[in-house]
């Protein structure tokens, strides 16, 4: 069902600092929100302050005595752009800790970037051939925080019935994130934007994409799925990531192999929904217009990672 609007309207109807320009007639029916929410099976509540603090007085926090910088290390320079992470010998990048609301540093400190939201002129925009997509208004220095990928925080369960239930020419949204501890767990993450979101929903796929994915954890132990910009962007190009993590190659419902769950196992044959690839990137597109999508998405740290290590 869709409403009637005027061009150029907020999208997300003042929720954001900026408005999310909208060029368009018709306005896609779903519920705005900037911030993850709580979705079925999810035991947790992603707006619940979980994580501990530090007390540093200053307005940006030391890196020689903040207890947050200390335990999780520097992801950001003063500016807030996202540094090189730091590796594991297995090529995983360290997972990123923002100070959060029981920390003692000012609004300002350089270690909260994600939580303090949209910046950017962003516009939704109806593309020729991929429905609609998201373009920048202004230039994105490469490493700048853009938006994330904010949804329903579903379990595995849900995310499975919930793609199982729709009928193939419909989108699918649900993004997962699998994240590997240093324990040798794995922690993953499912977010749904379909019916609750906010304009990370909009963001196309491209195998050569100008944003990336980093789940980031904020307050909550339930990471933020945070897109920044893989290199310098121009005023008006179209932002784009790459939904399977740059493992397109790689048959994305493998990488659920190690559960045992049932469930899992049925997955891996039931779960072979695909999407026909438009991004136009040939070279790069390991079938050009016809690479393969799974609804099942790895999200890579910085690129070529295939997880985070996420130490407790
Ligand atoms: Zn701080
Ligand atoms: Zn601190
Ligand atoms: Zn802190």
Partial sequence: MNVSVRPAVDLSSGLEDVPVLFEGLTLPTFQYSPDNVQGPGCTVDPSEVTLPGCSCLSHSCPTESCSCLQTHGQAYNCTGTLLELSRTDFGYCSPVFECNALCTCSDTCSNRVVQRGLRLKLEVFNTCNRGWGVRTLEEIPHGTFVCEYAGEVISFGEA???????????????????????????????????????????????????????????????????????????????????????????????????????????????????????CGANKTCPAGFTAIISPWHNVPGIPMATGCVYRR
Avoid at 172 to 195: C, K, L, M, W
Avoid at 216 to 245: K, N, W
Avoid at 248 to 270: G, I
Wanted: proline residues 4%; negative net charge.
């Fill in 160 to 278: 499975r019935r919930r793609q199982l239930g729709q009928r193939s020419e419909e989108n699918n949204y649900i993004i997962a994130v699998r994240e590997h501890a240093g324990t040798g767990s794995i922690t993953e993450t499912f977010v749904d934007p379909a019916q609750v979101g906010n304009v990370g929903r909009f963001l196309n796929h491209s195998c050569l994409p100008n944003l990336f994915m980093l789940p980031v954890r904020v307050h909550s132990v339930i990471p933020r799925l945070a897109l920044f910009a893989g290199r310098d962007i121009d005023a008006q190009e179209e932002l784009t990531f790459d939904y399977s993590g740059g493992h397109t190659s790689q048959n994305p419902v493998e990488l659920l192999s190690t559960q045992s769950d049932a469930d899992v196992q049925a997955s891996r044959t039931d779960g072979l929904q695909r999407k026909a690839c438009h």
